[in-house]
């Protein structure tokens, strides 16, 4: 079964122990194999390539309200953001 998130800042997903179904293969998210797309990141079983985790990725209002809220990455997401797009203006 995949898992999906939906909201990135908000579930600890990272470092969730997930069980592939098809391979009984066990670990989280930093030991699968990474495969991003533009709206979404999949995570696959390193042992058969069965997708376990679909991540999406945050919008803006999402990134604003975990920065508001202290999040971190989300801190440092909207920072890189922001510089890129004063850089654009300029
Ligand atoms: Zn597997």
Known sequence: MTVLVENYFQVDWRSR???CEACEWRGDSRQMSLEPHED???YLCPRC????????HPDMDQVRAAAAAGHPEALEQLALVE????RAQD
Do not use: N
Not at 49 to 56: G, M, N, Q, S, T
Not at 83 to 86: A, K
């Open 17 to 19: 122990t997930l069980e």
């Open 40 to 42: 979404l990141s999949e």
């Open 49 to 56: 390539e069965d997708i376990l985790l679909v991540v999406r």
């Open 83 to 86: 510089e890129y797009l004063q």
